[in-house]
């Protein structure tokens, strides 16, 4: 392993021996974008029920309720985000007499046969016919939303900086200029992106000047799969010969949430150097052979995401690496927004997006 962890608060990825490096199958949606979507093809148009309450053990709650054929399908939204559940028919419990009298069972009936303890008591059925254009437009707003630092959810930024030989701490690193960095990393970097001209630049800027090249005068940019991915390149932004820390550098890399570390020696990058609150995956890449090998490394609590790492992490400079190599950075910021330090941040926006259209919905009856 090229990267020393000696810091508990960091943790080193598992790879599969089964896992390979493949492009992009499995969709990118992220689970707000899937809930639309599953909302619209089984609820929108559809007869189908609305329960509301501002306050119960969850928060403020809608559940969204179907009969499709012989299975009923929920959405459950709370301010921890939306679950998709469904249970057929003949596996829910309901009273004899119910049977007995042909009725269809009630909200209580279906949920306590999926969860015991679900909070049915709270829940008032709306009768609103817009309540669910509301739900809808307010997942949606949530996915439009700006969620941190002015980052929205169809762009990205990523450190990436280049660890030249002996060098083992993010001070090292922040010293170096592009002109000492080495063939193996510029051929790097035309792997992942595109050199542009920060001035004029009108695409996705992701805090850079393009006005007075005040960061630089050139970066590396990427669009793919629909999304804008900017990189803060640490060789391509401003250098200070006085500045032992390189503070323009560490102002950009150090709010970026994924980092990329290019390492060019055999030393053992110490990772407990990086003082960083805001980084929570590094990914280190290390020239090998025509390829390269890659080490995950994040911050404790941050969740599991695909795509899953092979044993070994080798991929090649082609095609197919560049999409698994994109689609676990993207991925890897998604996973680090339901990590402790940033999850209470979305929770507290989306309690208010919810709670706003419960109570519309609650004063209409």
């Known amino acids: ?14 790879t599969l021996p089964t896992a390979k490096i493949t492009g992009v199958h499995d969709s990118l949606l992220q689970e ?12 929108i148009c559809q007869e189908h029920q609305t329960y ?7 928060g403020p709650m809608a559940v969204s309720l179907v009969l499709d054929k012989d299975t009923y399908k929920i959405l459950v939204r709370t ?8 249970i057929a028919s003949r596996n829910i419990r309901i009273p004899w007499y119910k049977k007995v009298l042909g009725l269809l069972p009630s909200l209580a009936d279906i949920m306590s046969s999926i969860d015991e303890n679900f909070p049915c008591q709270t829940l008032r059925l709306c009768k609103e016919n817009s309540i669910a254009k509301d739900l809808l437009a307010m997942e949606e707003r949530q996915v439009k939303i700006l969620l941190l630092h002015d980052m929205v959810i169809r762009s990205y930024k990523f450190g990436l900086v ?3 030989s002996n060098q083992s701490t993010e001070e090292e690193m922040f010293q170096n200029r592009l002109e000492n960095t080495s063939a193996k990393f510029q051929e790097f970097l035309t792997f992942i992106g595109e050199k542009i001209e920060l001035k004029g630049w009108k695409g996705y800027r992701a805090g850079l000047d393009v006005n007075d090249n005040q960061t630089g005068q050139h970066s590396i940019y990427t669009k793919w799969q629909g999304y804008e991915i900017m990189f803060h390149v640490a060789p391509l932004l401003p250098y200070s010969a006085t500045d032992k820390q390189q503070l323009e550098k560490k102002r950009h890399i150090g709010n970026d949430i994924v980092v990329i570390l290019f390492q060019d020696s055999d030393t053992p990058f110490r990772i407990s150097t990086i003082t960083s609150k805001q980084n929570h995956v590094i990914c280190v890449i290390k020239p090998q052979g025509e390829g390269y090998k890659m080490t995950i490394v994040h911050k404790n609590g941050v969740p599991a995401y695909t795509p899953e790492l092979p044993d070994p992490t080798y991929f090649e400079r082609n095609a197919v690496s560049r999409d698994f190599l994109l689609h ?11 990590a402790p330090s940033f999850a209470p941040k979305i929770s507290r926006t989306r309690s208010v997006l919810i709670k706003d259209v ?7 009856q």
């Open 1 to 14: 392993m090229s990267v020393s962890v000696s810091n508990s608060e960091f943790l080193v990825e598992n």
């Open 32 to 43: 707000s974008e899937k809930d639309i979507l599953w909302f619209r093809d089984n609820f």
């Open 52 to 58: 509301l309450c501002t306050d119960s053990p969850r």
């Open 79 to 86: 301010d921890q985000g939306s679950e998709r559940l469904s």
């Open 162 to 164: 280049y660890v030249g």
């Open 328 to 338: 676990k950075l993207v991925n890897g910021e998604r996973a680090c927004y339901k």
């Open 358 to 364: 419960v109570e519309k919905g609650l004063a209409s």
